[in-house]
């Protein structure tokens, strides 16, 4: 087995440790950071997708692949900022206003991240205001709300409408998820895509970059 077959399996198999470990071995052996990122991390991110989308992972065997994708992002970084290499995109996400819930929240922005995204997370308790000073602030492609209680999934329509009186619509995809959000409140509100879990937020979240360029 290679060197990016460990570090696939690593971070799969959830191991942070190794993960970690591999990420380095690879930078010493002068494998380069984007095929690291490309062959090792993103692709174990991908068939975790994968696995979960047909039921053989849950949310806890995700949380811990994601983790430990984490892990080895964290080393690898400052090599792909050197090198110069490119995000797939910038997702700016938050938690509605009047929403602690993260747990969800922070598993989406795990999963963007494993499928290449640079992604600014806003945290919980984010007004429209918020979001739309940080489409100003942060110039993403993207915005993901989440809201995990009913009464606080009207403020997904508010950041909308926020979005289009600051005249910045057009310049930003939203999509938006949680357990009490479905795909006909998106289309309801004007959303560009709902996304059920994490593993298809990513997918959404590319496929709405690949319409873009
Ligand atoms: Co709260 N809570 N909670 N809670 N809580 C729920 C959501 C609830 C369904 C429980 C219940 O009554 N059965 C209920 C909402 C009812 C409703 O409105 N329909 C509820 C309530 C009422 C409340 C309080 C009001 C309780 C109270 O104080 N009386 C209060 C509200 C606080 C607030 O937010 N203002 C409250 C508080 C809390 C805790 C703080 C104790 C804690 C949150 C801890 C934290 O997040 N740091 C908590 C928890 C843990 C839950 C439950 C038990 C679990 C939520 C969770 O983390 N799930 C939840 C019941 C449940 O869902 N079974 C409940 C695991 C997580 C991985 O799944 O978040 O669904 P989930 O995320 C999924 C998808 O939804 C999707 O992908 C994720 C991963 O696949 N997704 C997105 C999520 N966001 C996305 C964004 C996207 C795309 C997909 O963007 C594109």
Redesign the pocket.
Known sequence: MSIMDDLRQSVIDGNMDSARELVQQALADKVPPEQILKEGLIAAMAEVGRRFECAEFY?PEMLVSARAMKSGLSLLRPYLVAAKVQAVGKVVIGTVQ????????N??GMMLEGAGFEVVDLGVDISAEKYVAAVQEFQPDLI???A????TMPRMEEVIRSLKEAGLRGRVKV??????VTERYAVEIGADGY????AS?AS?AKGLIHKKS
């Open positions: 949310v009047g929403d602690l819930h993260d747990i969800g929240k598993l989406v993901a709300c989440s995990l209680i009913t009464t999509i938006i998820g949680g357990a009490p996304a059920p879990d994490a937020a959404l």
